[in-house]
């Protein structure tokens, strides 16, 4: 008993602030030990005429604001989504309640606007539903209910929609949407941000919705209105139409004549061929002063998120009248990334080997540390142990090798003793005075040596004869032993060097 009588207040309270505008606001309202959590936003059955069964539950539908812009990526779910249905309050009966942050993941800019409607779902069947309702990020902590009264439907004029509210804030602020509806009747309290009354009068006569076959609402309304048999119910003339509008927006009938003069309008009715036959002299419509012509100031910012290394910033840019101070235009724009602030260098993956060093040399960023850059290094470091190699001269047959230094840990080479001029075993070689094996002089060691050699060994005569170069095995003494070991050399069974490594001088 006490909450009805509590919700009647409210509605009674509610309808004086709407008269008054002069509400004071809070950051959750309390009844009956119930504590809205600032992050939620409810709805209460009590006073919407609605039949709630045990099992039905209360969606929330969000929409409109900066939803779906670069500024907000939020894509609110479509009417009908299972998710966005409410749950009911714990100790509250027909407080329903929804965290759309939590648990739709959607992202709200504080400051903008969005629209919200309540829906009675029964099992999978989405019924009757509110009005359209206005509502900031002030308004989470805030419970929103209907006294009963049902309105319009702005778009579709055949469905009534129940009139709700948010306790505590003045429904002008953030109200039931105010709006034309498409047969011309006006409802809602709440204006748009960045529009005025002025405004939707100047929208209701000169844009075009594809609602009504790319036809404006004027031209839907005045087609149910204006168009049907004088005797029927709910006909008006445009005279009426447009002062019954004016008078719902609270215009005067300045105002209406200046909207129908706007460029905008003029430039509709001209391409469209279409008339109004309104006239000033015969509206009911108070008179009163034209509307301002605004006169834009220089732009300023206003909500500046400041730009960092990491993500972008971004501001409203916003234009006011320099006369009436009254807000013209205003555009989200984002503020590109900052450039990352380079540290000192810093070594990662240090090598450390016998002749070398190697290491990556990163830059991070003092602010984010991102990695800015990253260059491989390679150092050398000369820490050879040298060992002097002293020279081997050449013989008559056996290739010499120069002085040199080889260090003792790894194969390198030099031929100073400080280890800066590094030289290859090649360089190094001292040539015989003779191919080893060539017999004959020609130049080459092969079969024809052999022969060569074999013959001169039994005294027949030879044409040429190297004899220091047919002692290959460096004995001193030319025998069978050379003839032999010149014939598994050219079989591949051994080398020169294999055999010399295994008979040293």
Same mark, same amino acid.
């Given at each position: ?11 009674? $309270? ?42 039905? =539950?209360?969606?929330?539908? $969000? ?48 400051? /903008? ?29 805030? *419970? ?6 049902? $309105? ?24 039931? /949407? ?7 009747? *006006? ?122 290394? =990491? ?34 260098? /810093? ?110 060994? *039994? ?42 490594? =295994?008979?040293?001088?």
């Amino acid at each position: 008993m006490f909450k009805k009588f509590l919700s009647l207040l409210l509605a009674v $309270m509610m309808v004086v602030s709407v008269m008054a505008v002069g509400v004071v606001t809070s950051t959750a309202a309390t009844s009956e030990g119930f504590t809205p959590e600032n992050t939620k936003l409810y709805f209460d059955v009590d006073g919407t005429g609605w039949t709630m069964g045990a099992k039905d =539950k209360i969606a929330f539908y $969000m929409a409109g604001g900066d939803f779906d812009t670069e500024a907000n990526p939020t894509k609110p779910a479509a009417w009908g989504a299972k998710k966005l249905i409410g749950t009911a309050t714990t100790g509250e009966t027909g407080i329903f309640e929804i965290d759309p942050v939590a648990k739709l993941g959607y992202q709200f800019t504080p400051g /903008v606007q969005y629209k919200v409607i309540f829906a009675k779902v029964t099992g999978a069947n989405w019924g009757d539903q509110t009005c359209s309702l206005f509502f900031t990020t002030d308004c989470f902590g805030h *419970v929103a209910y209907s006294d009963g009264t049902e $309105m319009e439907n702005d778009v579709d004029s055949s469905k009534k929609t129940k009139t709700v509210y948010w306790r505590d804030i003045d429904p002008e602020e953030n109200g039931p /949407v105010l709006a034309i509806t498409s047969i011309g009747n *006006v409802v809602g309290s709440c204006v748009e941000q960045g529009k005025t009354k002025y405004s939707l009068f100047v929208e209701f006569l000169s844009e075009a919705k594809k609602d009504f076959q790319d036809k404006t609402c004027y031209e839907n309304a005045h087609k149910y209105k204006c168009e049907i048999d004088p005797s029927s119910p709910g006909y008006k003339t445009e005279q009426k139409l447009i002062d019954d509008i004016g008078a719902g927006l609270g215009l005067s009938k300045d105002e209406v004549k200046a909207a129908f003069e706007e460029d905008a309008v003029k430039t509709y009715f001209e391409t469209a061929g279409i008339s109004c036959s309104w006239s000033y002299d015969d509206s009911v419509l108070p008179a009163g002063v034209a509307p301002h012509t605004h006169t834009p100031g220089e732009p300023v910012q206003e909500n500046v998120v400041p730009a960092t290394c =990491k993500a972008e910033g971004s501001y409203d840019e916003v234009v006011y009248c320099t006369e009436c101070q009254e807000e013209i235009s205003r555009e989200q724009k984002t503020i590109d990334k900052l450039a990352h602030t380079p540290g000192e260098p /810093v070594q990662e993956n240090v090598v450390v080997t016998h002749d070398k060093t190697t290491y990556d040399e990163v830059v991070y960023c003092t602010e984010c540390q991102a990695e800015i850059s990253r260059t491989p290094v390679e150092l050398p470091i000369i820490t050879h142990t040298l060992t002097f190699v002293p020279e081997v001269p050449a013989s008559a047959i056996k290739d010499g090798m120069k002085a040199h230094y080889a260090c003792e840990n790894c194969d390198k080479l030099f031929a100073d003793a400080d280890g800066t001029e590094e030289v290859t075993a090649e360089s190094l070689v001292i040539p015989a005075e003779f191919v080893r094996g060539d017999v004959n002089k020609d130049g080459v060691f092969d079969a024809t040596d052999v022969t060569v050699l074999q013959r001169k060994l *039994v005294e027949y005569e030879v044409e040429t004869y190297n004899e220091a170069a047919a002692d290959v095995d460096g004995d001193g003494t030319v025998d069978v032993i050379d003839v032999t070991l010149m014939q598994r050399v050219l079989a591949n069974i051994t080398t020169w060097e294999a055999w010399d490594a =295994k008979h040293p001088a």
